[in-house]
């Protein structure tokens, strides 16, 4: 098994080129979507990690004690919702059928945890906005044929990378790789 590389950090004319990079996603697509979110995750991880971060240090520099809890609380939520979906059949099952609303009800409970201690808006901007932000950029962002490739090591098992073990354990990439698994089962028969 590879070890855990973080990604390099893009140059700047790479993550940001110009409206002729960008472009709406299919939203009749979602399977199409998702894999452009995807793709775009893992390549630009550095260069989301370094915004989102700036972003929460700014905030958590205005409110420190409102980012410690809301940190706390997601990342509470975070691992126990992974170890619940490990542990637990029904929730492994609903994580397995339904990824992407196993994710959206971790931010959900996280926010109404979050909620109970008052730290809503900390929560929202330090936390939810560079989500936000990231999503939107993966979102718009079209890939390249590096991006499709360093995709392809990744869930080849090629590469590892934070982002990629974090989209794992959300059952973002399962797909990916019984696809790959598949192809290359075909090939072996052949």
Known sequence: MPSVELAPLRPWDDFFPGKER???PDVRDLAKWNNRVVSNLLYYQTNYLSAGLLVFLAVGFLNPTGMVVGGAVVTLVF???VWAAENKAVIKDFKKKNPTVFVVAV????YFLISLFGGVMVFFFGITFPLLLIFAHASLRLRNMKNKLEN???GAGLKRSPMGIILE???QQEDNL???QDFLESKLKE
Do not use: C, T, Y
């Open 79 to 81: 691992v126990g919702s």
């Open 178 to 180: 019984n696809k790959i």
């Open 169 to 171: 354990a959300l059952g």
């Open 152 to 154: 392809r090591m990744e």
């Open 107 to 110: 931010m959900v409970a996280s």
């Open 22 to 24: 960008f472009a709406k």
